[in-house]
């Protein structure tokens, strides 16, 4: 198996014999019925993927790689916030008529802040401290924005990405290494999605700030099934599995805002049925 599918397994099996229900509280999510969307909770999942060994995707079932780059190409290189500009339709239920999801992702990351250096919106500050300071402790982005989220749809969940270089003793160059931290995660719906997407970010712009791309640090304060999804998760996880696929990207690319979804390569991604009309809680 991957060892995507082996940390999948033990956080899905670990939240289903251990977890707390939120069974009979008041909760803000509920099902298109309008019945509440109860979950099964872990506080403080901490997972570690490391790119050096293998690309981070189940094989349980497919994970959609090129969409699921497309929507971080979205975020954080066209900075929208906006549907009309993201080919996955995930955001389509909390969009407006104008499909603007509010002053939510791309939102945030194109707000300017003023440097000494000159004004930066957030993926430029990360590009341009990689280049000229990449071992500052400060290097990050932030899409929690108190004073918008009145102004948000829907708050963010992987909220937060905390880049960190590396240099190993006869390395050829440094490896840059991410912390995403994550408020909240519908573990069937979202987990490995986010996973390849925030693998994929951090594999651009090492690539683009020539360094090997190295660990990805997912730390999830709220990592929950839903009580609809429990027996589709119990099925998913019994499934058997595959080899990590291959995964990397058009080596020729030097400028992150010249990376498209063409640029991803995906090579002998074996894997199980996917997991259809999954409920979405809302």
């Not at 901490?46 to 981070?56: A, G, K, T």
């Not at 919106?121 to 290097?139: G, K, T």
């Not at 709220?222 to 019994?238: G, N, Q, T, W």
Request: proline residues 6%; contains cysteine.
């Amino acid at each position: 198996m991957s060892k995507a599918d082996d940390i999948f397994i033990s956080m899905c099996s670990d939240i289903i014999e251990h977890g707390t229900t939120t069974e009979g509280q008041k909760v803000r999510p509920h099902w298109p019925d309008g019945t509440p969307a109860y979950t099964i909770k872990r506080f403080g999942v901490c997972n570690r993927y490391d790119l050096r060994e293998e690309f981070p995707a189940i094989t349980l079932r497919r994970t959609a790689l090129k969409s699921a780059m497309d929507e971080v190409l979205w975020i954080y290189q066209r900075k929208s916030n906006n549907i009309h500009d993201l080919k996955p339709h995930i955001w389509d239920e909390w969009a407006d008529e104008t499909g603007s999801i509010g002053k939510a992702y791309g939102y945030q990351v194109a707000q300017v802040s003023h440097y000494p250096e000159g004004d930066f919106d957030q993926m430029d500050r990360v590009l341009f401290d990689l280049r000229v300071n990449p071992y500052s402790r400060r290097i990050m982005t932030n899409l929690y924005n108190f004073a918008d989220l009145s102004e948000m749809h829907l708050y963010p969940c992987a909220y937060n990405a905390i880049y960190n270089v590396t240099q190993e003793p006869g390395d050829d160059k440094p490896t840059l290494n991410m912390l995403l931290v994550q408020r909240s995660q519908d573990v069937l719906a979202a987990n490995n999605w986010n996973v390849c997407q925030y693998a994929i970010l951090l594999m651009m712009v090492a690539q683009v700030s020539n360094m090997h791309a190295g660990e990805l640090v997912h730390m999830i304060s709220d990592a929950h099934i839903y009580d609809r999804h429990v027996p589709i998760i119990k099925e998913l996880i019994s499934r058997p599995t595959y080899p990590a696929p291959v995964v990397r990207l058009n080596p020729d690319v030097t400028d992150f805002y010249d990376f498209t979804t063409d640029d991803l390569i995906v090579e002998n991604y074996q894997h199980g049925p996917q997991v259809k009309d999954i409920p979405i809680a809302i």
